[in-house]
Each structure stands twice: as C-alpha cells, then as structure tokens.
C-alpha cells in the first residue's frame, strides 16, 4: 500500500518488480490537469533522494530534462532567432538547421559531447564540403548549445570544447579596386543610372541590397546625405523590402561632394524606387542589377571584373589608405562589430563628412 507523505514529498510505494518508486506533483499541464512524475530506487531512501534531488536543482534553475532531444530545442531555438534576422539570413539559417538535425535530431541534447562535435565536422570534410560550409555549420551549433547552457538544458556548450577543425586553404582575401581603378571607373562609367549607381556604392560603401531598396525620400535632395532604412531581401527566390542586414546597418551615410550630383540624378529619376521592377511598386531582382554592372565594367578597358560587393570592400580600404580612423569607417559603413560598436558612441558627424571630403578630393569626376 502506497506510503502517504508530508505534502509536497510526494508518495511512496513498491512495485512489482522490486523497485521503490516516490510520485510527486510537479506543477500542471496546459489543460489544467496536475502533473506528476517519478523517480525509482532499489531502496525507499534512494527513491526519495531522487525527487529530493529534482525538488533542490528545480528550485535553483538547475535541473536538466533528460529528455529534451536535439531536434525539440533546435527547432525551438530557430522560431525565437525569427525576429532577431532578415528574413534572407533567416531563410538560409533553416538550410542549415536541416544539416544539424540530420546529424543530431534524435539525440537527447545533454548526451552531445565535444566528440560527437568533432567526429560530425570530421565527416562533412570527408565528404568534401568547404570550409565555410563547416564554419556555418560549427557556428550555428555553438549557437543552439550556447542558448541551452544559458537556459540550463544542458551542464556545458559541447562545441566549445571541440577543436575548430583546420582549414584546408588560406583565407582568400576580400579582392577590391585598386586607386587606379577607382579613378577610372569614376570618369569612364556613364552617365546613366547604371554608372551613377556605382559611383556611389565606390564613394559611399553601400551594400547592393541596401542600395536597390532606396527610395527618393532616402536621398537628400541636394545629394549630400543618403539614409539607410531598409534592404532587399530575398525570400524563396523572390525580393521583398524588409530591415537591413543589421541593427548597425540603420545609418546615415554621407555623400562625397564630388559624387553628389550622381544621388541627385538617382532621386529625381526614381520611381517608387530608385530600381524598380518591371512590377509596378516592387524592389528589382539583385540579379538583374548584377547583369546591368557587369555589361558596364566590361565597356571600361583597365579594370577589373569584380562583383558589386567588392565596390563596399574598395569603400573601406581606400578611406583606411586616406587615413581615415577605423571606428568612423565602420560607422559609416554599418559593421556589426559588437567590439566596435563601442566605439562608434564617439564618433561625431564632423569626422564622418571630413571622412567624404577626402574620398572626393581624391576621386573627383573631372567634368
């Protein structure tokens, strides 16, 4: 007969199989009814140790379901990420999350050890993948793992203690236009909307998404500013507006003076965009831009083949050659460095247009 017991001690009593076994409430299911759960022992002492133990590391935050699979928290995890994302890297996140739970889904979460970490990383380089490819996987991982330590589903973060696998080439360098042809590009583009696009992502380091999601009231109408509120992004194969890339990426990017006349062109050309698309009131396909910059640069002799992106790497490493401090070039291009952000708090907007002036006395159009 079941032993009665102190409340909140929950009950005891031997079952059939020889084992002790202490029932105890432990609070209530979503459709009200209580709900309770057992722990076993070879003794009633062992028994009650047990719930004893539960009732302790529950109180303090500490007790660890040892249930919760891989592919519960995940998936958890994923759905909370939602708002913290564009929707594109938000997209391209569930790419990588299929990899994850393919390799640990059913596995109880607390049971994933470094080894595991370091054996699943082994077997994506066997099969060939790139070391991005691994970087990506490695990183969102650590970031599943470092969410459950926080939340106290699991003692340790696995991934931290696994070994960073070795990449199997060097970093491939960010290519950019040299000065040379920067200032070939700046008195060689035409006179267009195509070349005067370009001419401003050269002079002002803006992302293409962020530039094809302009609007007429994001420019000043003297040229001299352009505001940064949101960026194309795309949602299975298609372009909507939504958020920048970052929180950092909301900025206001000053215009060299000698380019300004470009951003005035842009705004009174525009229609509900800057780029629009052949459907009425919609942003243009990146894909149709890249198509417009390469058939312009292939028109320039002396200049190389580089993608639009290389135009925001050229931005930064000719205002560093110019002198130009760090933390005022990652505000004004809107790095989401969290060290740098920092710093950002003390740069004032009169360094950030002294930063424009170089950029054009440097790259002036002669007209």
Do not use: C, F
């Given at each position: 007969m079941p032993g009665k017991r102190s409340n909140g001690e929950g009950t005891l009593r031997k079952r059939p199989n020889g084992l002790w076994e202490c029932t105890m409430m432990v609070g209530y299911q979503e459709d009200g009814r209580r709900r309770y759960k057992s722990f076993y022992g070879k003794t009633q002492k062992e028994a009650k140790d047990k719930a004893e133990a539960y009732k302790r590391d529950t109180a303090a935050g500490l007790y660890i379901d040892p249930n919760l699979t891989f592919q519960e928290w995940?998936?958890?995890?994923?759905?909370?990420?939602?708002?913290s994302v564009s929707p594109t890297t938000y997209e391209s996140y569930g790419y990588t999350l299929k990899i994850l739970v393919g390799a640990f889904g059913p596995r109880k979460l607390g049971s994933i050890k470094p080894l595991d970490v370091k054996q699943f990383l082994k077997g994506l380089r066997a099969?060939?993948?790139s070391d991005s490819y691994l970087t990506k996987c490695r990183g969102m991982l650590y970031q599943i793992m470092h969410k459950a330590e926080a939340n106290d589903l699991i003692r340790k973060n696995p991934v931290r203690f696994a070994e960073k696998m070795k990449a199997h080439k060097p970093v491939k360098r960010k290519e950019a236009f040299t000065q040379e042809?920067?200032?070939?590009?700046m008195e060689q583009l035409p006179d267009n909307k195509v070349g005067h696009t370009i001419r401003l992502m050269l002079a002002t380091g803006m992302r293409t998404q962020e530039v094809l999601a302009l609007e007429p009231q994001h420019i000043e109408p003297d040229g001299s500013c352009i505001h940064i509120r949101q960026a194309v992004n795309m949602v299975?194969?298609?372009?909507?507006?939504?958020?920048?890339?970052?929180?950092?990426?909301?900025?206001?990017?000053?215009?060299?003076?000698?380019?300004r006349p470009c951003a005035v062109f842009l705004r009174e050309q525009a229609g509900k965009f800057v780029w629009d698309s052949p459907i009425p009131g919609q942003p243009v396909n990146p894909s149709h831009f890249r198509d417009k910059?390469?058939?312009?640069?292939?028109?320039?002799?002396?200049?190389?083949?580089?993608t639009p992106h290389s135009c925001r790497h050229t931005y930064v490493s000719q205002l560093q050659a110019l002198g130009v401090d760090m933390e005022t070039i990652q505000s004004m291009v809107g790095h989401a460095d969290i060290e740098m952000t920092q710093h950002y708090l003390h740069v004032q907007e009169e360094s950030r247009r002294a930063a424009a002036e170089k950029f054009s006395k440097t790259f002036g159009i002669s007209r």
């Open positions: 995940a998936q958890k995890w994923y759905e909370g990420y939602r708002d099969d060939g993948k042809e920067v200032k070939i590009l299975k194969g298609r372009p909507h507006i939504g958020p920048p890339k970052t929180a950092n990426s909301v900025r206001d990017v000053p215009v060299p003076p000698s380019v910059y390469r058939n312009a640069l292939l028109r320039i002799p002396g200049v190389r083949m580089l």
